[in-house]
């Protein structure tokens, strides 16, 4: 790849793509992106296309020939995203969306760690409340508390310094081996490996469990005894 | 002194949002306090019914957003209060007809000129919401003792932090002191249990609220009202007074009661 085209990011989103542009010049960009069009003109004959122009200040006329420039070439535009107030207002008198529906990066959380060893572990000091999602390819340790409506999916342990009520998938990749603690454990549903567990009743008085697959292959909970 | 801003939201529907922004607004005023009220439900706007000024709206806040009007046409001054104005929703539009820049601008207009900026948000999480925090200084967040209320609220709370909107202060609505005594309903420390943020009030069931709101005079005018006296106790905790929280525990008899104030029971 050239200079000039590692400006130009391009993601696929559910309902087209997404080009997300810098601060370079804007002429600049536009010309490499038309060039980026055409030198793969079947890719993105078709496309929805939004775009994001950092905070770039963009004017009526601007957004016009690029828009004329992109239909020509078979591409609908029909959002444009800025930072910049005047260029969000350009795209709505061009009747642009400003805005598309990517995932919120805090809400739902992927992490990616290559070479994992048995010992990696996501520590999270906070609570996860409603609609929070943690994905983690090896053991997660939360020192507060899961509400419910929030998940917590782990390849290994998963270990709750605080009241579990939401959801937790503990040995996702299959791993029957993997446990889940938590100083309260009331959840909606414990899943480990391919073993669900509905809803345990919440305790009077809460004490320190632990959860694991048991002999029969059945997800089951004890109290935890030191030693 | 630039205003405080401050966003009335919840997630879920019907919990009270519209109700608590036009009770707050009216205290706050009739306590010398310059005033405006937002109503960020563009589509299905309700805030002027409760304040009773349907009748008068001429522009609305889509009509300053794109310069049919100045600013100062679209607000409507309260029957009332000389100091309480407000800026209402476009009905034939939707969400989409404003950005969460346009109301960093709309706000930052009336920033220097106003005590208050109480901005009511719509139901949901997504564009409505997202304009009505856009420029808040703070959030309250409004539930009801319900538990898929409490979820709500929790997603929203959530939702709040990610956006260091700084921490969320929490009202619980229609609390029944009945029901919570006979443990059929969550008491206020069941919610605050879940939601763990600080909270700025709690306003009990209160019959009043719909006979008021229907009459177009919210319930924080009339004296007698103990949901009106929750909602001018919230209105003096904005200003940063330390203010009790009510005694909403009336059921028992009268023996009973008095025990209680003695510190007997």
């Not at chain 2, 009505?132 to 200084?137: L, R, S």
């Not at chain 2, 009801?144 to 209320?149: D, K, L, Q, Y």
């Amino acid at each position: 790849m050239t200079g000039t085209n590692s400006l130009i990011q391009i993601k696929g989103l559910r309902d087209g793509l997404l080009v997300s542009l810098d601060d370079a010049p804007w002429d600049e960009q536009r010309i490499a992106f038309l060039a980026q069009v055409d030198a793969q003109p079947d890719f993105f004959k078709g496309a929805r296309l939004a775009l994001d122009v950092a905070s770039q200040v963009l004017h009526v006329n601007e957004l016009v020939d690029l828009r004329d420039q992109l239909s020509e070439r078979g591409i609908s535009l029909w959002a444009v995203i800025s930072e910049s107030p005047t260029t969000e207002n350009t795209a709505q008198l061009l009747g642009l969306a400003t805005r598309v529906s990517k995932p919120r990066p805090e809400e739902s959380r992927q992490f990616s760690v290559r070479d994992l060893g048995d010992e990696t572990a996501l520590f999270l000091e906070r609570t996860l409340r409603s609609g929070t999602r943690i994905e983690f390819p090896g053991h997660v340790v939360v020192f507060g508390d899961v509400n419910p409506g929030a998940e917590i999916v782990a390849e290994g342990n998963v270990i709750i310094w605080g009241r579990l009520r939401g959801m937790v998938h503990a040995g996702s990749k299959g791993n029957k081996n993997a446990v889940i603690c938590a100083l309260d454990l009331s959840p909606t549903q414990l899943r480990i490996a391919e073993e669900v567990a509905a809803a345990l009743n919440p305790q009077e008085n809460p004490k320190p469990e632990i959860a694991r697959i048991n002999e029969n292959g059945k997800l089951q909970a004890e109290f935890w005894s030191p030693g | 002194m630039p205003a405080q801003v401050i966003t009335v939201t919840s997630g879920k529907g019907g919990v009270g949002k519209t109700t608590a922004v036009a009770n707050l607004a009216v205290a706050l005023a009739s306590n010398g306090s310059k005033v405006v009220c937002i109503d960020g439900d563009i589509g299905l706007r309700n805030l002027d019914v409760i304040l009773g000024l349907e009748n008068r709206i001429v522009y609305d806040i889509v009509d300053v957003i794109e310069g049919r009007c100045r600013l100062k046409q679209a607000m409507i001054r309260d029957k009332k209060l000389p100091e309480l104005y407000l800026i209402p929703a476009a009905q034939t539009r939707d969400k989409n007809s404003v950005s969460p820049s346009d109301m960093n601008r709309l706000v930052k207009d009336l920033r220097n000129d106003y005590d208050f900026v109480l901005i009511d948000s719509p139901a949901g999480i997504e564009r409505g919401f997202r304009n009505a925090i856009a420029a808040a200084d703070r959030v309250l967040v409004i539930t009801n003792p319900e538990v898929s209320a409490v979820r709500d609220a929790d997603r929203v709370i959530g939702i709040l932090e990610a956006e260091d909107k700084g921490p969320a202060a929490l009202i619980i609505n229609r609390l029944n002191p009945a029901l919570v005594k006979k443990s059929d309903m969550l008491s206020a420390d069941d919610v605050l249990d879940l939601l763990a943020v600080e909270l700025i009030g709690i306003v009990p069931e209160d019959e009043n609220v719909i006979i008021s709101s229907n009459r177009g005079a919210p319930v924080a005018h009339d004296p007698k009202s103990k949901a009106g006296q929750a909602f001018r106790n919230i209105a003096r905790r904005l200003k940063g007074e330390k203010v009790p929280f009510l005694d909403l525990d009336s059921s028992g008899s009268l023996w009973e009661r008095l025990q209680r104030l003695a510190g007997r029971k």
